[in-house]
Structures are given as C-alpha cells and as structure tokens.
C-alpha cells in the first residue's frame, strides 16, 4: 500500500519513535492503521492519498500495517482498521476510525492544523 507522494511513506514499529513521535515535533503527522484483509482500510487509502498531498508537507502519513505491528496497535488501544490517529509535539491528539470521505478527511485535518 505504498504511495508515491513524499508526504505518504510506510513506516514499522522500530521506526515508529523517530518517524511519528519526534518528527511530529517538526510537522503533524497522521498515522494510518491499517491491514490488508480490511476493506474499509482499502476504501480509505485512495481519499488519504489524494488529500495528504495537496498540504504539501504541512502534515505528513505514516502507514502501518497493524497486523504486522500488534504490540503498537496494543499500545494505543486499537479497536478497529482503519485507525487515523494525528501526532502533533510528539501527543496523540485526535483520531478517527472506518473509511471518511476526501471532505471529512481534510476537516479532521484543517481543525488541528495552527496558520
């Protein structure tokens, strides 16, 4: 589920600390949950792909496949895929979960993001 933008790249759970958690102190990054035999997870990644490029690296995606990565999905109490959850300062600081359409998508993001 890779993608070809800059701003949208696959990450696991050892990369997790220094491409989320530190580097959401220089820019918000959303982080996507996902796994493959999940539908919704496979509905949502084209909006996710669409919307994440057009803030030009005012906030970036962190893809991870949650059943490659249980502990951290145990970690952050994962209840469903596709999670979203945003990082901003090194904090969780919103999520959401299931497939949303490119309008949705972009309001979670555009309330979180200081101008």
Known sequence: MSSKSPYIFDIDGDAF???????????????????????PCLMIAPALAKVIPEYEGKVVLAKIDADEN????????????????????GEEVDRFGGAKPVHEIRAFIDRHLTT
């Open 17 to 39: 600390q220094e491409k989320v958690i530190e580097a959401s102190r220089r820019q918000p990054v959303l982080v996507d949950f996902w796994a493959d035999w999940c539908s």
């Open 70 to 89: 249980m502990k951290l999905a145990g970690h952050y109490k994962l209840r469903g895929f596709p999670t979203i959850i945003l990082f901003i300062d």
